[in-house]
């Protein structure tokens, strides 16, 4: 029953969050309400995600929606983020990322709100614009750290960077493979990941991420603003809480 209660938990994070991200802000604190340690809940989410994530890019990617030529170009900003990240989470309060995580998704949903998605750019114009990769590197260090939210953070700026919502969403599941990667093998290190635990909420999590991607092909861009739009306003609501409740 743990197992199957487990598995439930990846299935339902993993769906909602390749859609619109914050998925970890479901499948934590169910994690943590079983009784998982939080340490562990962190370390089997990295986990999870480095299969669901890479499961759902490999999808699109084979649907042609983003060129390998430009999910190469962030592997070193994703994999020095996840890594530093994993390596300052002990450093870092848990009321500190939570006020971060705060502050990021409410600057998000307000350029949401008032400004303009731009225009998408033609299939073959895959370019990342170099004034971004700070940001993204960013939100790679604060997946390695904790993590939740950072998926709805990257499709974001991938929509601001021009691209269309699902090679937003393939690139940003691309970035989250290569930073969770990065920070697990931290997590795993200092010896925060059950393979029992991991295994059961992988499998929850592939399939959710696999039943989300196909999915996601009947979203219009009218759709996708509002998803990320109320997802963002759960999440910060729920973060601001869990601020007070710390």
């Known amino acids: 029953m743990t197992f199957l209660l487990i598995a439930l938990i990846g299935f339902c994070a993993t769906f909602v969050g390749t859609l619109a991200g914050s998925g970890g802000l479901i499948g934590m604190p169910l994690l943590l309400f079983i009784g998982i340690p939080v340490h562990t809940a962190i370390g089997t989410a990295k986990f999870s995600n480095i299969i669901s994530s890479f499961s759902s ?9 983003v060129s390998i030529r430009t999910a190469l170009k962030i592997v070193p900003f994703a994999a020095i983020g996840g890594l530093v990240g994993a390596m300052i989470a002990n450093y870092i309060s848990q009321e500190k990322l939570t ?25 073959s114009d895959e370019s990342i614009n170099a004034k971004i990769y700070p940001v993204l590197f960013s939100i790679s260090l604060y ?45 795993a290190f200092y010896g925060a990941f059950d393979w029992k635990i991991g295994a059961a909420h992988a499998l929850g999590s592939v399939i959710g991420a696999q039943l989300s991607v196909r999915f996601a092909n009947r979203l219009s861009l009218r759709h996708v603003k509002w998803l990320l739009n109320g997802v963002t306003v759960l999440l910060i609501l729920q973060l601001a809480y869990e601020a007070v409740m710390i």
């Open 57 to 65: 890019f490999y999808y699109l990617f084979k649907r042609k929606q």
């Open 143 to 187: 997946d390695g750290m904790f993590g939740p939210g950072s998926t709805t953070l990257l499709i974001y700026t991938y929509l601001y960077n021009g691209f269309h919502y699902l090679k937003s969403l393939a690139i940003s599941r691309f970035q989250t493979f290569i930073s969770c990667l990065s920070a697990f093998i931290i997590f």
């Open 99 to 123: 006020m971060i995580a705060i502050i990021l998704l409410a600057s998000a949903l307000m350029l949401n709100v008032i400004k303009k998605v731009p225009k998408e750019r033609t299939a």
